[in-house]
């Protein structure tokens, strides 16, 4: 695509300058840290007329997600954002918005969920919503951010899809740090993400349908039968756009990113902004002549388990690190990697991690270290801790 042009942005303004050059039909939104520049700059778009978008300013963020429904149901192209308890808000009219297969594009910021009232990153926002039937793509810079929400446009209004998506990016890591970001010029994604056209839109007076109606056990397990057909056709889907946009662009972003993986004994596997410290200390240990890899899973829904399960088949060791624990059960991403690595022929040890709770962070010495525990063959049933105050630590602080 020509007239491309580097600038300087942060995560959340890559949102909202490529919610901008996409200009949806109407964008409803109630502010919350660390999101709340997604809907603020957009509102000065929508002030300054730069955009044709109807921004309906609502009372909270249960208000902001029943408006995209509507909307979208109507046949509007629709986005909006949100992060933490005004995700949790949200939480009853989610399922419904992929039951009516309303194609809604959503900046989900990552950020922890009270109680204690914390605003930085973790991923306990958005692993509640993990079985509510919206894709969910996990970014590791603005850059990503910024693509996908393109590529997001796309996906969920595809006849084959038609179920929104969570773009989501770390909050204040990603979403506030400043950084190198190519954008598109307006006329090039105007052409890349084409105009909606609603498949059964509410307001046709031609051919009437319904949204919200009862139903009983006689149809209601088609209905979620025909929501996993779905999201099932998803990531072949997601592959002839992504390959449409490299072409364009240059950059393509499978759902597993394989970084030093294919001939690796151990690798770890992480989501986000994590990312890129666990990469460093993989370039430091092949200097060191230790055969390591990562695996940035991107797609958390659907969960890409036949990739992850072909590039960690015969590994050494697997550690997976999660942004969110799961209290009483297996951490999100851990459970979701055993379950894929559980049909290969060959057993791979697998450790659970949890780390960066409440926005905490995580240091090349530490991926150092769960590295050295593989290569020690130091696995265990019970989830481990990163970064974690020990006793010493707490007295120092005091």
Not at 8 to 36: C, H, K, W
Not at 306 to 327: C, M, N, P, T, Y
Request: charged share 25%; net charge negative; hydrophobic share 40%.
């Amino acid at each position: 695509m020509s007239n491309k042009i580097k600038v300087m942005t942060s995560g959340n303004l890559a949102f909202a300058e490529a919610m901008r050059q996409i200009d949806p039909d109407v964008v409803a939104a109630y502010p919350i840290t660390p999101s709340t520049e997604i809907p603020m700059k957009f509102a000065d778009f929508v002030a300054n007329g730069r955009v044709t978008s109807e921004y309906i300013a609502v009372e909270s963020e249960h208000s902001a997600i029943s408006a995209c429904v509507g909307a979208s149901a109507a046949g509007a192209r629709v986005m909006t954002a949100s992060s933490a308890n005004g995700v949790a808000l949200m939480h009853e009219i989610f399922p419904i918005a992929a039951s009516f297969r309303t194609p809604i594009v959503f900046g989900l910021v990552n950020r922890s969920l009270g109680a204690p009232v914390n605003i930085h990153c973790d991923h306990s926002d958005s692993m509640p919503e993990r079985d509510s039937g919206w894709i969910q793509i996990y970014c590791e810079d603005a850059q990503e951010v910024y693509d996908s929400v393109l590529l997001a446009v796309r996906l969920a209004e595809d006849p084959r899809v038609l179920t929104p998506v969570f773009v989501c990016q770390d909050g204040f890591i990603t979403s506030h740090c400043y950084e190198a970001v190519e954008l598109l010029s307006d006329e090039a994604v105007k052409n890349f993400v084409g105009e909606r056209t609603p498949q059964y839109p509410l307001l046709d007076t031609d051919d009437p349908v319904s949204y919200g109606s009862f139903t009983m056990s006689e149809y209601y397990f088609e209905i979620k039968r025909n929501q996993m057909e779905g999201m099932n056709n998803v990531l072949s889907v997601y592959a002839e756009l992504a390959a449409e946009l490299e072409r364009e662009t240059g950059r393509n972003y499978r759902p597993v990113e394989n970084y030093r993986a294919d001939d690796a004994d151990y690798l770890i596997v992480v989501m986000s902004s994590a990312a890129g410290v666990v990469k460093d200390v993989v370039d430091e240990l092949r200097e060191e002549g230790v055969k390591a890899g990562a695996l940035r899973v991107r797609f958390f829904r659907p969960f890409p388990r036949r990739e992850l399960a072909s590039l960690a088949k015969g590994k050494r060791g697997v550690a997976v690190l999660d942004r969110s624990a799961s209290i009483g059960g297996t951490a999100p991403l851990s459970s979701e990697v055993k379950s894929a690595l559980y049909a290969l022929d060959k057993r791979v040890p697998v450790q659970e991690y949890i780390f960066g709770l409440g926005g905490r962070d995580l240091y090349a010495k530490d991926a150092r270290a769960v590295f050295e525990k593989m290569i020690a063959g130091e696995y265990g049933e019970e989830a481990r801790f990163i970064g974690l105050l020990e006793k010493d630590d707490e007295d120092e602080r005091a």
